[in-house]
Each structure stands twice: as structure tokens, then as C-alpha cells.
């Protein structure tokens, strides 16, 4: 069974149902949830999702429930943006040109030994050897 990083675009996406692939990226956070499948993320995650909500509703009562609700979930590995880390996700983007965020969750996915699912153009194409990226869709095959 694999063990799943998960970036923000997946978390919004699955939020609202007018984006295109919603519903690959609910169904398979519902089936990762369904089947306890662990999930190693990013605590930064957590306020990308946030504005993600906030932006879209114009609620932060919303946002801050989302967020709130994710950052509950039992199954979920949280990893902090440490100094080391951030140094590393440095290293990560100045070798990729990924953007600042992606290469925190790329880095995170590389350290953990997880597969990265992402709706992120940028991080599909540009992720370093090594790391296994992919969408929702295909992230569906991995759930037992």
C-alpha cells in the first residue's frame, strides 16, 4: 500500500465541485480516509488550504473549519517547515524551478518515501528523479 503526500491543489479541488476533476480528487481523499490509508504532510498545508476557502467562500469561518477538520485527521503525519527543511526545499527549487511551496511538498514526499499526488501542472513535469508524482486519477489505482 502506498503512503501519499498531498498538496493543496487536491485539498481545493476536492472542495469544490465546479473545478474540473473534482470529483477524482473526493473521491479518492474519501476513499484514503475509508481505508486509513496514512497521509504525510506538510503542516504548510494547512494554511495554503485555508486561503484556498477563504478566497473561494469569502468565509474565513469556513476556511478555519476546513483547516481545522484536516488538521485533526488521525491518519495524517504532520511534518513542521523547519530550518532543515526549508533548507532543503531551497535546494529542491533552486535545482527544479518549482515554486517555493511545490518544493516543500516535493521535499517532504522525498524525505517520507511517499508518492505525491498534486493537480499542479508544474510539480507533475518538473519534480526531481526519484519522486513518483501523480494525479488523483491515477492515485485511485494505488487505494486497496
Given at each position: 500500500?502506498?503512503?501519499?503526500?498531498?498538496?493543496a491543489?487536491?485539498?481545493?479541488?476536492?472542495?469544490?465541485?465546479?473545478?474540473?476533476?473534482?470529483?477524482?480528487s473526493?473521491?479518492?481523499?474519501?476513499?484514503?480516509?475509508?481505508?486509513?490509508?496514512?497521509?504525510?504532510?506538510?503542516?504548510?498545508?494547512?494554511?495554503?488550504?485555508?486561503?484556498?476557502?477563504?478566497?473561494?467562500?469569502?468565509?474565513?469561518?469556513?476556511?478555519?473549519?476546513?483547516a481545522?477538520?484536516?488538521?485533526?485527521?488521525?491518519?495524517?503525519?504532520?511534518?513542521?517547515?523547519?530550518?532543515?527543511?526549508?533548507?532543503?526545499?531551497?535546494?529542491?527549487?533552486?535545482?527544479?524551478?518549482?515554486?517555493?511551496?511545490?518544493?516543500?511538498?516535493?521535499?517532504?514526499?522525498?524525505?517520507?518515501?511517499?508518492?505525491?499526488?498534486?493537480?499542479?501542472?508544474?510539480?507533475?513535469?518538473?519534480?526531481p528523479?526519484?519522486?513518483?508524482?501523480?494525479?488523483?486519477?491515477?492515485?485511485?489505482?494505488?487505494?486497496?
Open positions: 500500500m502506498s503512503v501519499f503526500t498531498i498538496d491543489s487536491v485539498f481545493g479541488n476536492a472542495t469544490f465541485a465546479d473545478e474540473p476533476g473534482h470529483a477524482a473526493r473521491d479518492l481523499l474519501a476513499a484514503i480516509q475509508r481505508a486509513d490509508i496514512p497521509l504525510v504532510l506538510p503542516t504548510l498545508v494547512l494554511p495554503e488550504v485555508a486561503a484556498v476557502v477563504a478566497r473561494r467562500t469569502g468565509s474565513s469561518e469556513r476556511a478555519d473549519r476546513f481545522g477538520t484536516l488538521r485533526a485527521l488521525p491518519y495524517i503525519t504532520w511534518v513542521a517547515l523547519t530550518p532543515g527543511l526549508a533548507a532543503l526545499a531551497a535546494g529542491v527549487v533552486s535545482r527544479s524551478g518549482l515554486r517555493g511551496a511545490d518544493g516543500v511538498y516535493v521535499t517532504v514526499a522525498l524525505r517520507h518515501g511517499t508518492v505525491l499526488v498534486t493537480r499542479d501542472r508544474e510539480q507533475l513535469g518538473r519534480a528523479d526519484g519522486l513518483r508524482v501523480t494525479t488523483p486519477e491515477d492515485a485511485m489505482s494505488e487505494i486497496p
